[in-house]
C-alpha cells in the first residue's frame, strides 16, 4: 500500500466530485492509500497569483504548511486537478530558489503558527504517481474489462506539464503519460493534436467568444480523429469542454457530441466498477453511446489477419515510433 | 603598522588547459591579484599532495588547483585521479591543523582566461579572509604579523 | 620532503626579456636581474643580464656566447610564456653544445606583466618567478630526445567522401592503406544524395569514380562490412585488430552478378542507405555502385539464419559464391599511423513530437527527401507523398530541426541552410508545387553559396523567418483541412502564421554516431561535450588530435560540407604522408621510468595509465613502463607510494625546488631570503 497526502481542492470537493469518487474507487486496485490535507484551504487557482503574487503565495504556503505537519511515512502531496498542483508545485520552487519569498511567506504562515521550508515536500499530479508509481503493468493486471473499440482522445490541457521545475514529464509539448494509461486500458487512443493546447480556462467568464473559439479548436480535433470520448485530468477542462459544449454548438452551429470525462473514470470501468460508483451520469453530454462499446464483449475480429504488403503498392513506409516503454 | 594581509598563493596548473588559460588571461590583459605563483605540470593527475604540504609548509597560504574539466583532460582520465587525491586531501587538512579551505580545485578549460582570473581573485580574498598560515617553520612570514592560534583538530571527518 | 642538495654548484646563467616595454613596463627587468646575481649567487647564478628581446638571434646568440664561453651549465630565460618560445631557447642550447633540457622559461609577461597593475608587486612577483626557475633548473637533468620509427602503411577508418580522399592520397604516392568501413560499400552520406549543392552535380558521378578508384589501386586493401576490434601500439607502430564480418558470399567466387537478390524472397525495410524510405532484401548490396561488388547477408532478416528454410540465393548462385558457414575473420596489421573518419550521424527526428515526424504521414526528414529526389531510389526520383503516387501541391521545408536548440544540440549543423535551398529548388524544378521554407538565419557562407541563395530566392520559393512551433494536421478554418499546418511566427512581420501545406520536409541536424565515446576511446582519443572528436587545435590543427599519431577528418571533427571534409581528408594524408617521409618521428622524452630497485610490487600505478603503457612482471615482481607509450601525464609518478617512479623533466626534486624557489623570499622584506634551501 502506498501512502500518500492528498490535496483535493475546491473543484474535485464540488463540481468535480466525480473525479474525487472515481479516484477513491479505485484505490485499492491500484493499492494506494490517501490522507487529506486537514483543514486545507483554496489554493488561488489562475486568478490569485496573477494578481497578488505575495498573498497568493502565502495562501498556498498555508496548505504546504498543513501538510507538511502530516509527514509520516510519506512526504508526497498529491493534487488532482492540475492549476492545484501548478499552485502547490510553483509555490515551493519559488520558495526554494527566492529567499526573500520565502521569508515573506513564513512571515504570514507565522500569524497562523505554521511554518514551511520548501523542498519538505515532494507535489506530484494524481497522472505521475499513476504512471510511475503504480506502473502500467500493475495497472494492466487490473483490468477485467478492457476498454477495446473504446477510441480515447487524452487531453491533458496546458498546466499539467508547463512549467515543470521538477521535471516529472518528460516533453512538455507532447506527452504520453495519459497515452500509456489508456493503453495500458486496453483502449484505442487517438494520437489527439491538441493534446496540450489550452481549452480557455476562465476565459468563458471573461470572453466567451475567445473561449469558444478555443474549445471549439479541442472538440473538433477529437471528432476528426472519431475519437469516441476525451479524456481529462483537470476539473477546468473537464468544465469547459462538457458543460460549454452545448454553447460552443449554438455559437458555432456545430454539432459536436463527444462526452468528457475523467481518467480515473474510465480507469475505474476498466478495473470493473459501476459506472455510478465513478461518478458517471453527472455530465452534460451524456457517455451513454460510448459506453455502449465496452459494455459489450466485442471478439477480435478474426476475418481480417495482418495485411501483407501488396506486390505493386506504391506508397512509401511509415518510421517506427518508440514502444511505450522506449525511451529515445 | 597594519598594512592589509597579502597572502602567497601557489596555483599548479596544468599544460593543456589551466596554463594555457592563464595564458589566455595575459594575452586579453586581464587583471588579477599578484599574490599568485603558478607551477607548471604536464596534467593535474601529477598532483602529489605532498606538494602541496610542502607549499604549505614553505609559507604559502593557500594552494590552487586547476586542470582540464573532467571528460576533457589531455590524457583522458587522469584529473578524476587529481580530483580523488584532492577530495582525501580535504579531509586530511583538518587533522594538520589546516583549514581545508586553503587547498581548493578548479577546473578551467583552455579557452577560459576570464573564468580563471576570476576564480584567482576569488580565492585569493577567501585566503585572506582566513588569514595567514602561518605554518611551524613558515619561513616567508617574518612580517610581524603575529602568530595565529590554529587549533589543531582532533575530530576525525567522517 | 625537500629536494636533495645538488653535489657541485651549477653554473646557471639568468636571462630577464624586456619585450620591449610589454614585460619592462611593468616589471623593473634591470632591477631583477642586478637581484638574480645578488641573491641567486649561492645557488650558482654566475651571469645575469636583461635584454630588450631574448627571442631576436642577438638575444638567443648571448644565450649560447655565455654557454660557450662562460661554461653555463643551465640557463633559465625570464620572459614570455614557453609555449611560446621554449623551443627558441632550447634550440639555441643545443646549437651552444648545451643539453637543451637544461633550459627553463619562467613566464613573467603572461604570468606577471601582463596581470598586474601595481609595478612593485609585479617586480617582487618576477623575482619570486625568477627564484623558483633557478631552483627548479639546477636540479634538471640532461634528456635525449626520443624517436620511433614510422610504418609506412596507414589505416583509415570511414570509407565516406573524406576518408575516401584520404585514402587516394595516401595510396597514390605509393604507400598502403587500410580502408576499414563498417558498412557493405565505402560512400558514406554523400552516396546517398541526389545533388549537391551549390552546383548540383550529381552526387553520384562525382563519387564513384573515386569508390572505383579506390577499388581499384593496388596500395589500398579494402575491408567493408569490417570494424576495428582494438588497436594497440603507438604513433609509427599502431597494432590493429580488424574485424571482418561474414558477408556469407565468398568474394573470390562472387560476380556481383546480382541473382542473389533479385531471387530472395525476403523484402524489408532499408533503414539504412534509404533511410527507412525503401527496401531491400535479405542478401543486398545497398546501391548499384557499390564498392566493392559482393552483397552481404543480413542474418536477422534472412530466412534461413532466422528458421533454416528457403536458400534460394545459394540454388541460383551460378558460381556458388554463398556460404552459410563463412565466419568473422580477424586479421591483425601494423600500421604507422591511424586517420579516423567515421562521418556523422542525423537526428532522430521523432524527438520533436510537435513536428509530427512519425505521426503525420507526410512529415519526412531531409534524409529521406534525399532519397527520394535520387533517381535510383525508391520513387526513382519523383516527388510524391507518402501514398508513393500523390504529387504534392505545397511543400514547407523547416530549418533547424535539433539544431541550434538548447533541448537538443545548440550548435548549428552548417549544411542544412544549403541543403534546404536545394530541396527547394529541386521541388520546383520537379512539380509545379508552392515551396515555404521556414529558417531562424540563412546561412550560406561559402563559395558560390550566397548566389545559389540569391537563385533559389529568384525561383520563387517563399521564405519565412521563424522557427516552426508546431506542424499539426488539426484544422482551425477552412482550407486547413486534410493539410499540414505548419504554425510559425513570421519574425519579420510580427505575425502568427498558419500555412497548409501537402508535405514537410524536416532539415534534422548532424550528430556525431551514437558510439563515438567508445570508438574515441579504442583509439586512445577524447570527444568534446557534443560528441564530436576533439581536434588538437580549433584554429591552426584540425586534422591533429592531442594522440601522436591518429589524426581526424570529415565531419567526425564536427558538421562540414563536402569540400571541407575533402579538404580535412586531404590534410590528414598529407600529415601522415609526412609522418611517413621521415621515417622516424620525435617523441617528448617526459615519460616515466620505475626504479625496479625501489619498486616493491604493489602495483598501485598499474591501474592508473590510460595508455596503457605500465606493465607488471609477475615474475620479478615489479612494473615497468613502456617509455614510447608513455604520454607523460605524471599521474603514475604521484601515486607510487615508494617514490619509486621518475616522472623526467617533471621530478619530485624539481617540483619541491620551484615551490621552495617562489617561497624563499620576502616580499614585505624587499625580497630578501627567508630560507635557505632546506638539506635533505
Keep these: 500500500m502506498e501512502k500518500y497526502l492528498l490535496y483535493p481542492g475546491c473543484a474535485m470537493e464540488r463540481s468535480a466530485s466525480a473525479y474525487l469518487d472515481s479516484t477513491m474507487a479505485i484505490r485499492d486496485d491500484i493499492a494506494i492509500e490517501f490522507e487529506e490535507v486537514k483543514d486545507w484551504n483554496c489554493c488561488g487557482a489562475t486568478e490569485y497569483i496573477s494578481v497578488a503574487q505575495t498573498p497568493a503565495h502565502a495562501l498556498i504556503g498555508r496548505n504546504l504548511a498543513l501538510a507538511s505537519q502530516q509527514i509520516n511515512g510519506t512526504n508526497t502531496l498529491v493534487a488532482g486537478c492540475s492549476a492545484c498542483y501548478l499552485n502547490l508545485s510553483k509555490t515551493d520552487n519559488y520558495m526554494l530558489e527566492d529567499d526573500k519569498l520565502s521569508e515573506q511567506v513564513n512571515v504570514a504562515l507565522s500569524a497562523g503558527g505554521l511554518n514551511y521550508q520548501p523542498g519538505t515536500l515532494k507535489i506530484r499530479h494524481l497522472l505521475d504517481i499513476i504512471l510511475n508509481d503504480v506502473g502500467l503493468a500493475a495497472i494492466r493486471e487490473k483490468v477485467i474489462r478492457p476498454l477495446k473499440q473504446l477510441r480515447i ?171 511505450d516503454e522506449e525511451v529515445i | ?78 584529473n578524476y585521479k587529481a580530483l580523488r587525491r584532492y577530495l582525501m586531501l580535504r579531509r586530511t587538512l583538518p587533522q594538520f591543523g589546516i583549514e581545508a579551505k586553503r587547498v581548493k580545485l578548479v577546473w578551467a578549460s583552455a579557452a577560459e582566461g576570464v573564468r580563471l582570473a576570476r576564480e584567482i581573485t576569488t580565492f585569493v580574498e577567501e585566503i585572506r579572509a582566513l588569514g595567514p598560515l602561518n605554518w611551524k617553520d613558515s619561513r616567508a612570514y617574518n612580517n610581524g604579523y603575529g602568530v595565529a592560534e590554529v587549533e589543531v583538530s582532533t575530530e576525525v571527518p567522517a | 620532503m625537500s629536494a636533495a642538495p645538488k653535489s657541485e654548484k651549477e653554473r646557471v646563467g639568468v636571462y630577464v626579456c624586456h619585450c620591449g616595454t610589454n614585460i619592462a613596463g611593468i616589471v623593473d627587468v634591470e632591477d631583477v636581474a642586478l637581484w638574480a646575481k645578488k641573491e641567486l649567487g649561492d645557488d650558482g647564478v654566475v651571469i645575469s643580464r636583461d635584454y630588450k628581446f631574448m627571442c631576436s638571434s642577438l638575444g638567443q646568440e648571448l644565450i649560447e656566447h655565455d654557454i660557450e664561453i662562460e661554461g653555463l651549465t643551465r640557463v633559465v630565460v625570464a620572459a614570455c610564456s614557453p609555449h611560446l618560445h621554449e623551443a627558441t631557447f632550447r634550440g639555441a642550447c643545443d646549437r651552444a653544445g648545451l643539453n637543451p633540457y637544461l633550459c627553463e622559461m619562467v613566464s613573467i609577461r603572461e604570468q606577471v606583466s601582463w596581470v598586474t597593475t601595481d609595478k612593485v608587486k609585479a617586480t617582487a612577483k618576477a623575482k619570486a618567478m625568477v627564484a623558483s626557475g633557478v631552483e627548479r633548473v639546477i636540479h634538471n637533468e640532461p634528456l635525449d630526445r626520443m624517436y620511433v620509427p614510422v610504418h609506412p602503411d596507414t589505416l583509415v577508418v570511414g570509407g565516406g567522401i573524406a576518408g575516401i580522399q584520404a585514402t587516394l592520397e595516401i595510396s597514390n604516392s605509393g604507400n598502403k592503406v587500410y580502408l576499414v568501413e563498417r558498412e557493405p560499400s565505402i560512400g558514406g552520406h554523400m552516396a546517398q544524395f541526389d545533388k549537391t549543392f551549390p552546383t548540383l552535380d550529381c552526387a553520384a558521378c562525382i563519387l564513384t569514380p573515386r569508390m572505383v578508384d579506390v577499388g581499384n589501386q593496388p596500395n589500398v586493401e579494402l575491408y567493408t562490412w569490417s570494424e576495428v576490434e582494438r588497436v594497440d601500439g603507438y604513433v609509427g607502430n599502431f597494432t590493429v585488430t580488424i574485424r571482418k564480418k561474414a558477408r556469407y558470399i565468398v568474394e573470390a567466387d562472387c560476380t556481383g552478378c546480382g541473382i542473389c537478390w533479385e ?89 520533436i513530437p510537435q513536428y509530427g515526424y512519425g505521426r503525420l504521414a507526410n512529415v519526412f526528414t531531409s534524409i529521406e527527401f534525399e532519397r527520394m529526389c535520387n533517381a535510383a531510389g525508391p520513387t526513382d526520383g519523383e516527388i510524391v507523398m507518402r501514398d508513393g503516387v500523390t504529387k504534392p501541391k505545397s511543400v514547407g521545408i523547416v530549418h533547424c530541426v535539433g539544431s541550434r536548440d538548447n533541448r537538443y544540440n545548440s550548435y548549428c549543423s552548417v549544411i542544412c541552410c544549403m541543403s534546404s535551398l536545394k530541396f527547394a529548388h529541386v521541388v520546383k524544378e520537379r512539380t509545379d508545387a508552392e515551396v515555404y521554407e521556414f529558417y531562424i538565419d540563412m546561412r550560406t557562407a561559402y563559395k558560390d553559396y550566397d548566389e545559389f541563395y540569391q537563385r533559389v530566392l529568384e525561383e520563387g520559393t517563399h521564405f519565412i523567418r521563424g522557427k516552426v512551433a508546431e506542424i499539426t494536421d488539426a484544422a482551425r478554418q477552412p482550407g486547413e483541412e486534410g493539410k499540414l499546418i505548419i504554425q510559425a511566427e513570421d519574425t519579420l512581420i510580427s505575425r502568427q502564421r498558419r500555412i497548409p501545406v501537402d508535405m514537410v520536409i524536416l532539415s534534422t541536424a548532424l550528430e556525431p554516431r551514437p558510439d563515438s565515446k567508445e570508438v574515441g576511446h579504442k583509439f586512445g582519443i577524447s570527444c568534446s561535450a557534443n560528441g564530436w572528436f576533439i581536434e588538437k587545435h580549433p584554429k591552426l590543427d584540425p586534422v591533429a588530435t592531442m594522440t601522436e599519431g591518429i589524426f581526424i577528418a570529415g565531419a567526425v571533427q564536427g558538421p562540414k560540407d563536402i569540400p571541407t571534409s575533402v579538404a580535412q581528408g586531404a590534410a590528414a594524408a598529407a600529415r601522415v604522408l609526412c609522418h611517413i617521409g621521415q621515417e622516424q618521428i620525435e617523441l617528448e622524452p617526459v615519460r616515466a621510468s620505475v626504479n625496479a630497485d625501489k619498486c616493491s610490487g604493489c602495483r598501485i600505478c598499474n591501474d592508473l595509465c590510460p595508455f596503457n603503457a605500465i606493465l607488471f612482471h609477475e615474475d620479478l615482481m615489479v612494473t615497468e613502463i613502456n617509455q614510447a607509450l608513455c604520454q607523460g601525464c605524471g599521474t603514475c609518478v604521484a601515486a607510487c607510494p615508494a617514490g619509486a617512479i621518475t616522472g623526467s623533466g617533471f621530478t619530485n626534486n624539481q617540483i619541491m625546488a620551484q615551490i621552495e624557489g617562489m617561497l624563499m623570499f620576502s616580499e614585505s622584506n624587499g625580497m630578501t631570503r627567508v630560507a635557505e634551501p632546506v638539506a635533505a
Design chain 1, 153 to 323: 482522445a487524452p487531453y491533458y490541457g496546458c498546466m499539467i506539464t508547463r512549467p515543470d521545475p521538477n521535471k516529472h514529464f518528460r516533453n512538455a509539448e507532447y506527452p504520453q503519460s495519459l497515452d500509456k494509461v489508456m493503453r495500458a486500458l486496453g483502449a484505442e487512443v487517438i494520437d489527439y493534436p491538441m493534446k496540450t493546447h489550452c481549452c480557455g480556462g476562465h476565459m468563458t467568464q471573461i470572453s466567451e467568444s475567445t473561449a469558444y473559439e478555443m474549445i471549439r479548436g479541442l472538440l473538433y480535433g477529437a471528432t476528426q480523429y472519431k475519437a469516441d470520448v476525451m479524456v481529462t485530468l483537470c476539473p477546468m477542462c473537464q468544465l469547459n469542454l462538457d458543460a460549454y459544449q452545448e454553447n460552443v454548438n449554438k455559437h458555432f452551429k456545430t454539432n459536436f457530441n463527444i462526452p468528457i470525462l475523467y481518467f480515473t473514470q474510465l480507469m475505474g470501468l476498466a478495473f470493473g466498477h459501476d459506472a455510478e460508483e465513478l461518478g458517471i451520469g453527472k455530465e452534460f453530454v451524456s457517455p451513454g453511446k460510448a459506453l455502449a462499446k465496452i459494455g459489450i464483449e466485442i471478439p477480435e475480429d478474426q476475418a481480417s489477419p495482418k495485411t501483407k504488403r501488396k506486390k505493386d503498392d506504391p506508397s512509401l513506409p511509415m518510421p517506427a515510433m518508440p514502444k
Design chain 2, 1 to 78: 603598522m597594519t598594512e592589509q594581509f597579502e597572502p602567497i598563493i601557489i596555483g599548479f596548473t596544468c599544460n593543456w588547459c589551466s596554463y594555457r588559460a592563464a595564458d589566455l588571461a595575459g594575452t586579453a590583459r586581464l587583471k588579477y591579484p599578484p599574490n599568485i605563483r603558478l607551477i607548471r605540470m604536464m596534467c593535474s593527475g601529477r598532483m602529489d599532495p605532498t606538494f602541496i604540504l610542502k607549499a604549505l609548509s614553505e609559507g604559502a597560504d593557500g594552494i590552487l588547483l586547476t586542470g582540464c574539466h573532467p571528460g576533457e583532460c589531455h590524457y583522458l582520465e587522469q
Design chain 3, 263 to 351: 531471387k530472395c524472397p525476403k523484402k524489408v525495410i532499408d533503414d539504412v542507405f534509404e533511410a527507412g524510405l525503401g527496401y531491400r532484401k535479405a542478401v543486398y548490396t545497398p546501391f548499384a555502385q557499390a564498392v566493392p561488388k559482393y552483397p552481404v547477408i543480413d542474418t536477422e532478416t534472412c530466412i534461413y539464419f532466422q528458421n533454416g528454410k528457403c536458400r534460394a540465393c545459394e540454388k541460383f548462385c551460378p558460381t556458388d559464391a554463398i556460404d552459410f558457414n563463412q565466419e568473422d575473420e580477424f586479421i591483425t596489421v601494423t600500421v604507422g599511423n591511424i586517420i579516423l573518419a567515421t562521418g556523422y550521424d542525423t537526428f532522430d527526428a521523432r524527438r
